[in-house]
């Protein structure tokens, strides 16, 4: 969502986050995991960044309420992923938005030699494969200029989650990910992930085969084509949900 509003802001739109604006005439968009529309917008649009129902969010006592399944008629529904598309959009309303930096997060020339494990939403299972490799964790991640040099030294990162933005940024440095599916929290098969996903299995083996290889160049040329379509989407996105159309 932070992405989306800095890219309505670099069309000159008015945005806000986490706001109600001051007017009659004000357009609000919920992730999938809202119910109804507590800004009281007199249009609503819903961008799903997940499967809806998957994801919720909790109360004042900590509870977890999953997220809505349906929306009202009235709402724009915009999908982020095909694989995310349980209401058969078409395709104005797919906007993948790539986010990473691709300044940092390139492969450079030097010696690969370290394996590295991330985990992110899956779940932790033992393997002796993966006994004391590194592991990519949130405070690793948070300087992204390290994590950017730190995989520019790996071969391979085992990932348990699949899809996720850290196997697009391991493969724009040059990393292979061999993505282990008994970790996963939410199951895709192979197939749905090579037809729908966006960013595509350039460099991801499936399993522990390790067999899958990563063209670099190919793969970062794909994800600067998802940064032009999303620029061109967006043009259509205002349109739309400035009343222009459906």
Not at 6 to 27: M, P
Not at 79 to 103: A, C, Q, R, W
Not at 201 to 230: A, C, Q
Request: include cysteine; aromatic fraction near 12%; charge should be negative.
């Amino acid at each position: 969502m932070w992405g989306l509003y800095g890219w309505l802001l670099s069309r000159g739109q008015i945005a806000y986050v986490n706001a109600t604006y001051e007017n009659d005439n004000f357009v609000a968009i919920y992730p999938e995991i809202y119910h109804g529309n507590p800004t009281g917008a007199n249009t609503v649009v819903r961008y799903i960044l997940n499967k809806p129902g998957v994801m919720g969010t909790p109360d004042q006592n900590g509870v977890f309420t999953p997220g809505p399944t349906s929306f009202s008629p009235d709402d724009h529904i915009f999908v982020f992923s095909k694989i995310y598309d349980t209401f058969g959009v078409d395709d104005d309303h797919l906007m993948f938005l790539p986010i990473l930096n691709l300044h940092l997060f390139k492969a450079k020339k030097g010696r690969r030699k370290n394996r590295c494990v991330f985990v992110g939403k899956g779940k932790d299972i033992p393997l002796k494969e993966i006994r004391g490799l590194t592991r990519i964790t949130r405070e690793l991640s948070l300087d992204q200029g390290a994590l950017a040099d730190y995989l520019n030294t790996c071969e391979i990162m085992y990932s348990f989650e699949n899809p996720t933005a850290m196997n697009e940024i391991a493969r724009l440095c040059g990393c292979r990910v061999v993505f282990i599916p008994e970790g996963a929290t939410i199951s895709y098969s192979k197939e749905e992930l090579e037809k729908n996903y966006e960013p595509g299995m350039n460099g991801i083996s499936w399993g522990l085969k390790e067999d899958v290889p990563l063209d670099v160049d190919k793969f970062r040329e794909h994800y600067i084509d998802m940064v032009t379509e999303f620029s061109r989407k967006l043009d259509r996105f205002i349109e739309i949900t400035q009343g222009g159309g459906r």
